[in-house]
């Protein structure tokens, strides 16, 4: 005699399927500047080694821009350079 109860795999699957897609799009990376910087959402914790990573990445990226080229002609090579030593990725 077959049972007229069936087990449901396949709603149990695309359950997860669902939460877990969710979950993924909650940990996309998301970035906005602000009057004190940009700002950046990341999962979980960032490592020490992660933020000197982040703010050498930055760093890298504004002495290939125009902007890196204003400040020198503005503040001269040295104080654009303490200027850019001061971009550093911190947790707020």
Known sequence: MK??????????????????AAGSEAATPEAWP???GIHM????????????ELSRNFQEQLRRSP???ELIEQY???RAEQILQQ????LA
């Open 41 to 52: 959402l990341l999962p979980g914790v960032p490592t020490p080694e992660l933020l000197e």
């Open 76 to 78: 001269g090579q040295e």
């Open 3 to 20: 049972s007229r109860h069936r087990k449901r795999h396949g709603a149990t699957k695309r359950a997860r399927r669902r939460r877990d």
């Open 87 to 90: 971009c550093r990725a911190q």
């Open 34 to 36: 602000a009057d004190d």
């Open 67 to 69: 902007l890196w080229n």
